[in-house]
Structures are given as structure tokens and as C-alpha cells.
């Protein structure tokens, strides 16, 4: 009897360490696109309009949706926090380890920097990321999001990490 105790405690623990050593963890997050987001209730018309606002550099590409006095909803926090960002990194990589085309099996959270944020809204972050196994066109492109134009100048674009944990 104790030796089938013994005998299920080791695996228990070879399980959780093969586990762990793997890379094997739960998605802490889930990454929808802006319009995705807006249009499931995650993010409001105000939201989107501020992410636009803070993406673009202020009022360019909106000016007829936007007064000059406009002030978007302050980035709350200013700055990511480390643990956040670095589940969002992870969260990427992920991802790409489980793509469905051309999965990255090697691909770390190191791989993967947070180029841009644009504000944490209840449980979404808006960012832009970028990795060393995605390259982007230089062509410019406009999304428009509850007519809220947003600009980007390559392939990549903002997402919304919605904490996925936290929820």
C-alpha cells in the first residue's frame, strides 16, 4: 500500500516538472483585434477613439470625429506593468508555438517585444507586438473601427490583449 503511494507521488511530481520544463502553461490571455473587440463589447466608441488618438500621434486621421480640444481617456497605467507585459510576451509566443501554418516550436517570450501601448481598458490592453519570425511590408493602410480611423505604416497592427485570467 505505501509503495503505490510512494509510486504515485513520484510520477505526480515527474508529471508536474516534465510539465513545467516543456514550456506547457495556460494562455493568460486572449488577442482579438481592435474591431473584435469593439464589436463583442469589450471596447466602447470612446475607447477606440482614444486608442486612435494615443496610436496616431493625436487628432491626424480624425479631425472630423475629433474637435481640437479633444482629450482622450488617459493611459491608465502610464506604463505597462513588467508582469503584465511579460504575459502578453508569453502569450505571443504561445501563439506562434501553436500556430496552426508554420508553427515556431522554439519561440520565448525573449523573441517578442511590445513595440507600442495605447492604454489598458478593464481587462484589455491595447499593443502593438513584434517578434523575430514576423517580417512586415512597409505599405501604409487605414482600419476604420466604429468610424475611428486608425493609421498604420506597415503589415502590423494594434490587438487587444484581454485578460483572459483576470475575467
Known sequence: MKSGKLLAGILTVILCVGASLCGCRQ???TFL???EAYESGYLTKEEIR???????????????IMDED??????SPAELSESVALQIR??????????QQSPVPEASADDVCIAEYCGTYGDCVAVMTKN????YTDAEWCDEVAGVSIYYSDGNSLKIWRNTLRS
Do not use: C, T
Not at 508569453?90 to 500556430?99: G, I, K, M, T, Y
Not at 523575430?132 to 517580417?135: A, G, I
Open 33 to 35: 483585434s481592435l474591431r
Open 27 to 29: 494562455s493568460a490571455g
Open 50 to 64: 482614444s486608442i486612435a488618438f494615443h496610436h496616431n500621434g493625436g487628432r491626424a486621421y480624425n479631425e472630423d
Open 132 to 135: 523575430v519570425y514576423v517580417m
Open 70 to 75: 479633444y482629450a482622450p481617456l488617459p493611459m
Open 90 to 99: 508569453e502569450d505571443v509566443a504561445l501563439s506562434l508555438r501553436s500556430a
